[in-house]
């Protein structure tokens, strides 16, 4: 039993002391700004995967051209590759 309490002692002093290191301004600072880059990333990745499937198509109908010979195989192809990359 006192080996319960006194890891209950010690949770609680490391939570103190964590209050205490998490109350500072520069820290708080620190924190919010890395809240909001992972925030701001997280939008860019859902923007970019809702532009995928358009993006995909495109590249279909650029190697449909290339089949069919409308197009500069070469040049679209190393276009292809740089955007698939």
Known sequence: ?????????????????MEKF???????????ASC???????SLETEAKAHEKSLRQSMAIGKLLITHGYVDSN???????????
Request: hydrophobic content about 35%; proline content about 0%.
């Open 1 to 17: 039993m006192g080996q319960f309490y006194s890891g209950i002692i010690t949770e609680q002093n490391w939570i103190e002391g």
């Open 22 to 32: 998490l109350s500072q301004v520069e820290i708080a600072r620190d924190f919010d």
């Open 36 to 42: 909001l880059l992972i925030s701001e990333h997280k």
């Open 75 to 85: 040049l679209t192809q190393k276009t292809l590759d740089e955007v698939n990359e």
